[in-house]
């Protein structure tokens, strides 16, 4: 019976924490899949494949950086398994433009989220969860499998090809609502700001 109650407030304690990181998981599952809906379905088969697992999971350790190489790693496997991709939906076409107070402000987030979009995946992976996630370099490099070194090469890497982009406005428009920038840059800050 004590085993029961002590599991039990074990499930309520992991449950606490892993509804605490919904809007990191949602963030960083759209910085991966670049389509909200396509990251809101990521984002919840993250979170029940790390319900499923949570016996191997070690309480007090980090459960941001476990549950998002969980998350990149289904994102990784699906894109494998994927022999085709859609390109746009149909309800693309059809949003409207948002009103905003400072348009220009929501140009430059949109070119920064296009800027983003053109990096190889790993330097955009690496800088997200660097600069917007605030992962320390180990724990970066702990969610991408690889080494240190690695991940700060990356960063570097993906900070100067980002510049250069943005520089010279030479990203690929994919013809996404501005909104949609906005709304995304806004959930990493909003990230951001729970984190600390």
Known sequence: MTDAKGSSADDAAFK????????HLRAFARSLAGDA????????????????ARASFQMGT????????ILRNQFYSERRRSWRTSQLDQEAAERTLVAVDNPEALMALD???QGLAMLPPEQREAL???GAGGFAYDEAANICGCAVGTVKSRVSRARRAL??????????????????????????SERLSTVR
């Open 62 to 69: 980090n459960m941001k950086a476990w549950t998002f190489m």
């Open 16 to 23: 606490a924490q892993l509804v605490a990181l919904i809007p």
């Open 163 to 188: 510049q250069a982009v943005l520089a010279v406005g030479g990203y690929d428009r994919d013809g996404a609502s501005a909104g949609d920038a906005m709304r995304s840059i806004l959930e990493e």
């Open 111 to 113: 070119e920064l989220r």
């Open 37 to 52: 809906a396509a990251a809101d379905d990521l984002a919840q088969d993250a979170m029940m494949k790390a319900w499923d």
């Open 128 to 130: 997200i969860l660097v």
